[in-house]
């Protein structure tokens, strides 16, 4: 199935976590592969900052599912699914190697497209 063209973006959720933290994910599109990657931080810079990657597939209409592993060697699986101003992501940890990043990593994190 093609993917429809408008699934390349950059999203983010400035205000993650109360206003603490900020959560950033972007998907790219080459032919037939996604790559969706993403990263988090807290605002006042303590704690873990992970970043990660996975390759993504279709789905269904308006959902990608993806499995990922961030810098901290955590992994796990990830649906998005596409939404009037940008998308809801929803990541499960598979794997823990450091448990400081789990907080990054929930249900139905709705991210706003800003690119």
């Known amino acids: 199935m093609p993917a429809e063209p408008n699934w390349p973006g950059e ?3 400035k205000n993650f976590l ?10 790219q599109q080459s032919g037939n592969a996604i790559q969706v990657s993403f990263d988090a ?20 209409k308006n959902t990608l599912e993806f499995n ?4 901290f060697k955590n992994s796990g699986t990830g649906t998005i699914t596409r ?8 990541m499960k940890t598979t794997r ?20």
């Open 41 to 60: 931080a807290y605002t006042d810079a303590h704690g873990a900052a992970p970043d990660g990657e996975g390759q993504a597939k279709i789905t269904g």
């Open 83 to 90: 939404t009037s101003d940008g998308i809801t992501a929803s």
């Open 68 to 71: 990922w592993e961030d810098s």
């Open 18 to 27: 109360n206003g603490q933290a900020v959560f950033q994910m972007s998907i």
């Open 96 to 115: 823990v190697v450091d448990s400081r990043c789990l907080v990054f990593y929930g249900q139905n994190m709705r991210l706003k497209r800003v690119k």
């Open 11 to 13: 999203y983010a959720d």
